[in-house]
């Protein structure tokens, strides 16, 4: 396993034997595969997705794929819930909903998308605090000083689970519900969707070829074993 600076950059099934010549045939088949699968996300207008950005890897004795962009390796393998430290200070872009049209009306020269279901989102931009700031706000008539919104920091607690006699069974009564852990700039993890393994794996299958292993290689050299 690599660290947490050493993400994957390809991934590659090992078949004894395999020519270079069918070894590309079979990564192209692969990345086909993938593509069929991959996450879309929603896209603006000119946008290309990470789908699009996988590229066929071979060599003699196995074939694969490569990508582009790091997060594609957590889409693929998964990522367990964490706080994003690194955003601390930093202006992030962020695409919102704006069914009623508040948003464009504040900034008419925002950029927009449709996503497709229909909903329309606008580009806005967020500066997250640095750790440990404050600020002062004012409700109620009251001015009280708070954290500010750093990630870590405490935020909304919308949901907690129903006190007793009402709790669910093996929960505790009051507790903060999993989908709202009560932390400011807290990713939720991702499930990974294992769609360049489907492809590597539906490719081979449908040329009669017997998969040896699948590993992911990282940029150190590491091999990281898949299946």
Same mark, same amino acid.
């Given at each position: 396993?690599?660290?947490?600076?050493?993400?994957?950059?390809?991934?590659?099934?090992?078949?004894?034997?395999?020519?270079?010549?069918?070894?590309?045939?079979?990564?192209v088949?692969?990345?086909?595969?993938?593509r069929? $699968? %991959?996450? /879309? +996300?929603?896209?603006?207008?000119?946008? #290309? *997705?990470?789908?699009?950005?996988? !590229? =066929?890897? @071979?060599?003699?004795?196995?074939?694969?794929?490569?990508?582009v962009?790091?997060?594609?390796?957590?889409?693929?393998?998964?990522?367990?819930?964490?706080?994003?430290?690194?955003?601390?200070?930093?202006?992030?872009?962020?695409?919102?909903?704006?069914?009623?049209?508040?948003?464009?009306?504040?900034?008419?020269?925002?950029?927009?998308?449709?996503?497709?279901?229909?909903?329309?989102?606008?580009?806005?931009?967020?500066? $997250? %605090?640095? /750790? +440990?700031?404050?600020?002062?706000?004012? #409700? *109620?008539?009251?001015?009280?000083? !708070? =954290?500010? @919104?750093?990630?870590?920091?405490?935020?909304?607690?919308?949901?907690?689970?129903?006190?007793?006699?009402?709790?669910?069974?093996?929960?505790?009564?009051?507790?903060?519900?999993?989908?709202?852990?009560?932390?400011?700039?807290?990713?939720?993890?991702?499930?990974?969707?294992?769609?360049?393994?489907?492809?590597?794996?539906?490719?081979?299958?449908g040329?009669?070829?017997?998969?040896?292993?699948?590993?992911?290689?990282?940029?150190?050299?590491?091999?990281?074993?898949?299946?």
């Open positions: 396993m690599g660290t947490k600076y050493d993400i994957p950059e390809c991934m590659y099934a090992k078949v004894k034997g395999l020519d270079a010549a069918r070894a590309h045939q079979l990564a088949l692969a990345v086909q595969q993938a069929t $699968v %991959a996450p /879309k +996300g929603y896209l603006a207008v000119g946008e #290309k *997705g990470m789908a699009s950005r996988l !590229v =066929p890897y @071979s060599g003699h004795g196995y074939y694969g794929i490569r990508w962009d790091q997060y594609a390796w957590f889409q693929e393998h998964g990522a367990s819930p964490f706080t994003m430290s690194s955003l601390a200070g930093k202006t992030i872009p962020m695409w919102i909903k704006d069914q009623t049209g508040s948003e464009r009306i504040q900034n008419p020269k925002a950029e927009t998308r449709v996503r497709p279901d229909g909903v329309t989102e606008v580009l806005i931009f967020r500066k $997250v %605090a640095k /750790k +440990g700031a404050r600020k002062m706000v004012t #409700k *109620g008539g009251k001015t009280k000083n !708070v =954290p500010a @919104s750093f990630p870590g920091a405490p935020g909304r607690i919308g949901l907690r689970e129903a006190r007793h006699p009402f709790t669910s069974p093996g929960k505790a009564g009051g507790a903060i519900a999993p989908t709202n852990v009560g932390v400011r700039w807290r990713n939720p993890g991702l499930n990974g969707l294992h769609f360049m393994q489907h492809g590597i794996t539906t490719a081979g299958l040329q009669g070829i017997v998969i040896s292993t699948i590993v992911a290689r990282h940029p150190s050299g590491q091999e990281e074993l898949i299946a």
